[in-house]
């Protein structure tokens, strides 16, 4: 079964850093893991999903919410049908839960456009 496992997620100090992983597994990721525009989406308490950052198929094209830009950057490594969010500058206000999503689609900022979704990683920045 398709499959997307986040990990990283952790406590930090604010202006700290973290590095997010998503891995995909199953047969559609397998083979065609490459194709797929992949994102990441948070959650905090209380609010809806909103978008953070998105990749295309090759990594040659991202995309970032303002809210982020110039501190996280998105990769992916698709040999190993990894996708990966690195978080420097952290602040309160990203703490949230960090969801992985995979769209066979072009590049997608809205939650509504993923297809497949991971479970989530914690993120808690600290004052």
């Known amino acids: 079964q398709e499959q997307l496992v986040e990990s990283g997620g952790g406590l930090v100090q604010a202006g700290g850093s973290l590095r997010l992983s998503c891995v995909a597994s199953?047969?559609?990721?397998?083979?065609?893991?490459?194709?797929?525009?992949m994102g990441w989406l948070r959650q905090a308490p209380g609010k809806e999903r909103e978008f953070v950052a998105a990749?295309?198929?090759?990594?040659?094209?991202?995309y970032y919410a303002e809210s982020v830009k110039d501190r996280f950057t998105i990769s992916r490594d698709n040999a190993k049908n990894t996708v990966y969010l690195q978080m420097n500058s952290l602040k309160p206000e990203d703490t949230a839960v960090y969801y992985c999503?995979?769209?066979?689609?072009?590049?997608?900022?809205?939650?509504?456009?993923?297809?497949?979704w991971g479970q989530g990683t914690q993120v808690t920045v600290s004052s």
């Open positions: 990749i295309s198929w090759r990594g040659g094209r991202t």
């Open positions: 199953g047969r559609t990721f397998s083979s065609t893991f490459s194709i797929y525009t």
């Open positions: 999503a995979a769209a066979r689609s072009v590049v997608i900022t809205t939650a509504a456009g993923y297809d497949y």
